[in-house]
């Protein structure tokens, strides 16, 4: 059987850490920050860890399971 790609797009957007959890950025912080308020701004900040069955699609896509 062929091996698998790694799918690009999501190589691009997550990562993995090191105990194997899935991160990746928060959505909508990138333009039209002038209308958005400074708290509303500092959440988007960070990343967020994908739990459950998306983590496990991630995984799967980036040829880890």
């Known amino acids: 059987m062929p091996k698998l790609k ?3 797009g999501t190589k ?4 993995v850490n090191k105990n194997g959890k ?4 928060k ?3 990138n333009h039209l920050l002038q209308k ?3 708290a509303r701004k ?4 960070g990343v967020k860890e994908l ?3 998306q983590a496990k699609n991630v ?3 980036l040829g880890l399971k």
Not at 12 to 15: P, Q
Not at 22 to 25: A, D, I, S, T, Y
């Open 51 to 53: 739990t459950g069955k």
């Open 27 to 29: 959505a909508t912080g």
């Open 42 to 45: 500092r959440r988007f900040a």
């Open 59 to 61: 995984k799967m896509n």
């Open 22 to 25: 899935v991160l990746r950025r």
């Open 6 to 8: 790694t799918h690009s």
């Open 12 to 15: 691009k957007r997550m990562r």
């Open 36 to 38: 958005k308020s400074a």
